[in-house]
């Protein structure tokens, strides 16, 4: 009980520290899961850290729920992710609810205008940077475009547009495999 | 029955968003279009909040959207419900994690998944410049093609797209590029 506590407020600390979520992360899980309490090896959290990204979710919760599981089972796999979870949910409906009481204050509506259009640069720039790892030839090129198109002009919902990616994928990599 | 509606987008949410961080936003968007618990422009407000306070962004997400659907317990049901399914996932996969990551399958699924994922949050993208650099009631209003833009949020997002990208200031936290834009916001009164 007393190694599970220590998870969670480990890995309370990691999500209660740590800015921009994901990438940010993972010094601090270094620091923390590596050489403080050897709860993995470096390369074992390289392994998470990387399979965290090809496992749907947040990836931050994904190397949560591996560190702990691979440590203590699942109760260690909950204490984890309960703690990875638990500063934002404090954090986040502290402002919420604080700020639903400022909503209708002029300045705080021209303040948060200002700030949708730095929200929109700052999608822009995170676009720039996947494009830059996941758009690797044609076929990927073709992908991310229809999907874009697809979503602007026909509205959509992601939900179909995932399952659909991931069979195209599939069905691109086998006929690709037999043509050689 | 909201709390049970919740937990069943935010359960497609945890279950279809790859790739972390901004992965969940264009899911939060098709929420919003379908269940209209929230604006577009509320939205974007809470991309903001959840991108300049610590944690996941996903998460921050999750538990803003739940609070903003439907108080305390709302953004307790998103949050859980999010993480459920990678919780779930990853306790499977932990047991054939070698046999896993080097499946032909998988890789293939996530050749096609990594840019779809980037399609989808540009989509999403498309959403907010729509709301916050376009003024597409005032066009539909006067049919004047050049009302379409909004001129001071164009400058300012010229200003940020570059102060992002240039070298000393680009490594500063969105947080210093959120309150700048909130500045100017409140000094220009935009959307006024």
Known sequence: ?????????????????????????????????????????????????AIGQCTPGV??????????????????????????????????SIIAAVLANFADIPAV????????????VLIFNAVVKLFKKSVVDAVSGIIFLGVLLVS????????IIVPIAAVVGIAVQVWRCKKK | ??????????????????GGGMATVPFLYDISARR??????QLADMI???????????VNMATYVGYTSAGFFGSLI???????????????????????????????????????STGLIAAAGCTVAAISVLNIPLFRETGAILDILNIPALILAAVLLVLTNIKPVKKLHPVFFIVFSAVVGIVFKFGA
């Not at chain 1, 931050?60 to 984890?80: C, E, H, L």
């Not at chain 2, 049970?4 to 935010?10: D, R, V, Y």
């Open chain 1, 109 to 120: 509506q021209y303040a948060f205008a200002g700030i949708r259009v730095c929200v929109c």
């Open chain 2, 78 to 116: 998103a949050t859980l419900a999010l993480v459920l399914p990678s919780v779930i996932v990853v306790l499977i996969v932990a047991k054939i994690l070698q046999a896993f990551k080097e499946n032909f399958y998988v890789k293939s699924a996530f050749f096609a998944l990594r840019p779809a």
């Open chain 1, 59 to 92: 990836i931050a919760v994904n190397t949560a729920t591996f560190v702990g599981r691979s440590k203590r089972g699942i109760p260690g796999a909950i204490f984890a992710t309960a703690g990875v979870i638990f500063p934002s949910f404090v954090i986040i």
């Open chain 1, 152 to 159: 602007v002009i026909f509205d959509v919902t992601p939900i």
């Open chain 1, 1 to 49: 009980m007393k190694e599970l506590i220590r998870m969670f407020l480990t890995f309370a600390r990691i999500g209660g520290l740590t800015f921009g979520g994901g990438y940010a992360m993972l010094p601090m899980l270094q620091r923390e899961v590596v050489e403080k309490h050897k709860w993995a090896t470096e390369e074992e959290l390289m392994d998470y850290y």
């Open chain 2, 48 to 58: 903001a909040v959840a991108d300049s306070t610590p944690g996941p962004i996903g």
């Open chain 2, 36 to 41: 209209g618990w929230f604006t577009e422009a």
């Open chain 2, 1 to 18: 029955m909201i709390y049970l509606q919740l937990f069943w987008e935010f359960f497609k949410t945890g279950l279809f968003a790859v």
